[in-house]
């Protein structure tokens, strides 16, 4: 009796293991795996073009910087020149007049104009006048917000014995590029996660194509069990997930990036895989046809995903804190949490299945 | 002509009938029902304040005391997470540690002093958390009761155009866009006059306190074309800051930018319907009883393509309604609209499967969201943006004028190679194409070797023969029709290549536009070569070879516009367009030289890779190498002689 149901384990897993190599077979075949990693790469190079160039307008220091050269005016002048002294990228000519000082911007001496002057009651009003669309505009303007920052600490500063509560002394300023940030907390969760949405999608298209073209119905008549499909299918598009996270954290670390508790990592991209293939699975066995069931399947990857990001801990989230080594008990717990989730759900939607079958 | 319209209309009502069953009413309940889930979600969370889209909450632990007035800085920054200081180790439990100089009951901090771990990420924390402390001085002085003091300086900022332009002559359709420029810029006296588009800063220069002045500057802000321009009173700090220099934003189109890609995101349902139902003509020889109608394959292509035209149309006029365009942002988007679903087309053409589509219909829709969506945010940087449409769409939004010229270079490209993609995915549509499982290569080959004609081995003596000239012909023009597509890839190499220091980029890119020129030149020469178009003789692949050279060297001379739209003006640009920039100041011998010596590159290098294709994939691959070194080392002259 035991040695029989032994005996019907082992057919039911090699054949799940037929299913998924079949899967596999298909893949390599069509290359199509190639074009999913080129899609990916082409995804990442471009993000980080992306960030690279908004970051070096937004924030000049951060590669190389630049200098702008501001004409002053007004009778605070000098407080000015005093602040810029302090600024970094930027410089601060003083003229006689306002009308002096917009002439020298008209002209290309100055790429901007700043008239300070000096109220009653202490107030100070400047009034800036930058270039309008052009290249440099927003670099000037980013300039010229920490030179007129720099000199309301100053003032700040003066007035301190008005104040009820005097801000808090600042740290020193230290050398950091804001793409530091970025490579943890969107590049990576956006390359561990693209995988899990094309496992989904394949699954979405493996089952009704076979249900399409009427092989489901003759795999039926084999020795196979409707559940043991389903998992072959599944085991395929969730196995092949893993590695290529796996490829990308690899490249990042050989370009300096290192990637830590990745192990971590790809057992929580393994466990949404799971989850995306179950909801898949299931999609493709409630929707009439393809067509229906890729539509339903993408608004349901878009809000399953756009919910979990936009909550606290979402997987997004998990994945920046790990990666970038500042994870704690509570991601540990999440990771914990989501494998759990991925399981129930995938057994949810595989009794499902096994019992109802496929419509069609 | 009345006939044929009237029988594409009749698949087209075939084709929507069909879709209509696609996607029922059950399945757009269920959609619905996702949707409202997700929304509800969300919205509950809101309420509980769960929800925020803080990709970077707490990355960065940070050890200060509790009594600390940092401690409170800490907490209301998300990307950081105070841990205590007792048993904090740097670069094992926090990444920066926190001693202020003492004091800290009294309230006064004298001065302060952080620790970071010696990594990146101890300097990334760093910075943040300087961040942190600024944002809280902000909020600290907001509360403050005597405004004056805690924010001594009240910004107006203002935006104006020089009156000698920074920006002589490098559009096309200069005109409109001059004038454009110089009624907004006003004559900058005074922030409340002008400058519609800065319009949002005047907002208390005048006012002694900074309360409630706010509500003027956003109303501003909304009405100014939605645009997201230089706001003084962003969302950073609050209203009660308006004003003072920490507010100041940069000019940035980011809302006229995020409402362009609205107009972009249903195109990838579209496609995805779209391709399923091209796809599904082909699968279990479903397509069969159309093609053998007397229907011609354009009928029957047409006709399943209105419907989703139709759709696109519709959806791009509700969004351009919605959001506040014209009809010029409808026409802007159409050509968009086409090139998604030609582009889908050859793929579903091309590819063996539905899990096949997917990858293809995937790589369309992020290739071709790049190419309109990254050139758009530069629209106000640099003229280059106009090689997307959607920078169209975003100066709509803006309510900037926009010439014909302008609007038809944005849009030409893209609707020509529509309507090319579209020609070279007819070929196939046939039924020794349409029902064989090949790999998407060979099917590519075959589509390109059906627009061309049979070239024989035959002496010299023959060449005048009008067949053998209209064969060569075919050649050419197929050579010039790929240009549209040189000029892509060629783009997205200099865009993807731009944030690289210029050293790298350079030699990159020179290598990378070689090798796209020598692969439109001789692709389709291998094509003839392996069906059998063309006789395996190396006075043939001569003969071809320099047929496909006239005809890239033609078109390339045609598309001089690229100087005219001041591309040539970046320094990548100039190293990638360069042969058709830069002959002003030379002499006429100089510029003879200079126009034909790409002629005669072209000639020996597409020579070369025709021979080679000639042969077999191998030597194909081996000559295609050494034609693009030399095509490579020719450009790095250039550039070197240009500068």
């Known amino acids: ?360 | 002509m009345i006939d044929r319209l009237r029988r594409v209309l009749r698949v087209a009502r075939w084709e929507v009938a069909r879709a209509g069953g696609g996607v029922d009413r059950r399945t757009l309940l269920a959609a619905l029902a996702l949707l409202l889930v997700a929304g509800g979600v969300l919205g509950g969370g809101l309420a509980a304040g769960a929800v925020g889209l803080d990709v970077d909450r707490d990355v960065y632990r940070v050890a200060v005391d509790g009594d600390s007035p940092y401690a409170d800085a800490v907490e209301e920054a998300p990307a950081l997470t105070p841990v205590p200081v007792e048993g904090a180790e740097l670069g094992d439990t926090a990444d920066l540690v926190v001693f202020d100089g003492g004091g800290s009951r009294t309230g006064a901090v004298e001065t302060v002093a952080v620790r970071a771990s010696d990594t990146r990420k101890g300097e990334a924390a760093a910075a943040e958390f300087r961040e942190a402390v600024e944002a809280h001085n902000e909020r600290l002085m907001a509360a403050e009761e005597n405004a004056t003091a805690a924010f001594p300086i009240t910004v107006t900022l203002q935006y104006v155009g020089r009156t000698s332009g920074l920006d002589d002559g490098s559009t096309l359709g200069e005109d409109d866009g001059g004038s454009g420029g110089d009624s907004e810029s006003g004559d900058g006296s005074g922030g409340g006059d002008g400058s519609t588009d800065g319009g949002g800063s005047d907002g208390d220069s005048e006012g002694g306190d900074a309360d409630g002045s706010g509500d003027p500057v956003t109303a501003d802000d909304t009405a100014g074309d939605g645009l997201a321009v230089p706001s003084v009173g962003g969302a950073a700090f609050g209203a009660d800051t308006v004003g003072s220099p920490g507010s100041i934003s940069p000019p940035f189109p980011f809302v006229s930018l995020l409402l362009a890609f609205v107009f972009l995101v249903p195109m990838n349902f579209l496609i995805q319907a779209y391709g399923s139902s091209i796809l599904d003509e082909r699968t279990n020889r479903r397509g069969e009883p159309l093609l053998v109608t007397p229907l011609s394959p354009v009928d029957i292509v047409a006709g399943k393509t209105l419907p989703y035209v139709a759709a696109a149309l519709l959806v791009t006029t509700l969004i351009a309604a919605a959001v506040g365009g014209g009809p010029l942002s409808v026409i802007a988007v159409l050509p968009v609209a086409l090139t998604f679903l030609a582009a889908t087309f050859v793929g579903a053409m091309f590819a063996r499967s539905f899990k096949e589509l997917t990858f293809v219909t995937v790589g369309v829709s992020v290739l071709l969201t790049t190419y309109a969506f990254v050139p758009a945010i530069f629209t106000n940087v640099t003229p280059v943006a106009l090689v997307s449409p959607l920078t169209l769409v975003v100066f709509d939004l803006q309510g900037e004028a926009v010439s014909v010229g302008e609007a038809l270079f944005s849009t030409g490209p893209m609707a020509l190679g529509a309507a090319l993609l579209f020609g070279l995915g007819l070929g196939v549509y046939r039924e020794e194409d349409m029902f064989t499982q090949k790999p998407v290569a060979r099917k590519l080959l075959d589509a390109l070797a059906v627009r061309l004609s049979p070239v024989e081995d035959a002496g010299f003596g023959d060449f005048v023969d009008r067949r053998r000239i209209r064969a060569l012909g075919s050649v050419a023009l197929l050579t010039a029709f790929a240009i549209p597509f040189v000029f892509v890839a060629e783009l997205l190499a200099v865009a993807t290549l731009f944030a690289l220091p210029v050293t790298v980029s350079i030699p990159v890119l020179l290598v990378t536009i070689a090798f796209i020129e020598e692969v439109a030149k001789s692709v389709h020469l291998y094509a003839g070569f392996e069906r059998g178009v063309f006789a395996r003789a190396d006075r043939v692949a001569v003969a071809v070879g320099l047929a496909s050279a006239v005809g890239f060297f033609l078109a390339e001379k045609a598309t001089a516009v690229v100087q005219a739209v001041g591309l040539t003006d970046l320094y990548v640009g100039r190293a990638a367009f360069g042969s058709v920039a830069g002959v002003e100041g030379l002499s006429p011998v100089a510029v003879a030289a200079l126009l034909f010596a790409p002629l005669l590159l072209h000639g020996f290098a597409t020579t070369v890779a025709a021979v080679g294709a000639s042969r077999d994939r191998t030597y194909y691959v081996l000559t295609l190498a050494l034609a693009t070194l030399l095509h490579a080392a020719y450009n790095f002259g250039v550039v070197s002689i240009h500068g």
Not at chain 1, 77 to 88: P, T, Y
Not at chain 1, 173 to 195: A, D, E, H, N
Not at chain 1, 224 to 248: F, H, R
Not at chain 1, 252 to 275: D, H
């Open chain 1, 1 to 360: 009796m035991g040695e029989g149901e032994g005996g019907a384990t082992t057919a039911g897993k090699s054949s799940r293991l037929t299913i998924a190599g079949r899967e596999l077979a298909g893949l390599r075949a069509e290359k199509t795996i190639l074009l999913a990693v080129a899609i990916q790469l082409f995804i990442a190079a471009f993000s980080s073009f992306l960030v690279v160039g908004l970051v070096s307008m937004y924030d000049p220091g951060a590669l190389g910087g630049a200098e702008v050269e501001v004409a002053g005016a007004g009778d605070a002048v000098s407080d000015l020149e005093r602040a810029a002294s302090e600024v970094e990228g930027a410089s601060v000519t003083p003229y006689e007049d306002a009308a002096a000082a917009r002439l020298a911007f008209d002209r290309n001496a100055a790429d901007a104009v700043v008239v300070v002057n000096r109220h009653d009651e202490g107030r100070i009003s400047a009034t800036v006048t930058a270039p309008d669309a052009t290249v440099e505009t927003t670099v000037i303007v980013v300039q010229l917000r920490e030179l007129l920052r720099t000199y309301e600490l100053n003032e700040r500063a003066d007035r301190a014995a008005y104040l009820s509560e005097s801000p808090l002394p600042l740290p020193e300023r230290t050398g950091s590029s804001p793409y530091f940030t970025f490579t943890y907390t969107v590049l990576i969760p956006v390359l561990v996660f693209l995988p899990v949405f094309i496992s989904g999608s394949l699954v979405v298209d493996s089952i009704t194509e076979e249900i399409d073209e009427g092989t489901l119905e003759l795999l039926r008549v084999a020795p196979v069990t409707l559940g043991e499909i389903v998992d072959g299918k599944a085991l395929a598009a969730v196995a092949i997930a893993p590695g290529q996270a796996l490829l990308w954290l690899l490249l990042l670390r050989a370009n300096g990036t290192p990637v830590a508790n990745v192990p971590s990592i790809l057992a929580l991209m393994t466990a949404l895989t799971t989850l995306v293939v179950a909801l898949a699975v299931a999609i493709s066995a409630l929707a009439p046809d393809r067509r229906a069931a890729q539509f339903l399947y993408s608004v349901g990857v878009l809000v399953l995903f756009g919910g979990a990001t936009a909550m606290a801990g979402g997987p997004a989230n998990a994945v920046a804190r790990l990666a970038i080594d500042s994870a704690d008990a509570t991601t540990t717990a999440l990771v914990v949490a989501y494998v759990g989730i991925a399981a129930v759900a995938y057994a949810g939607v595989r009794a499902l299945v096994a019992e109802n079958g496929f419509e069609s």
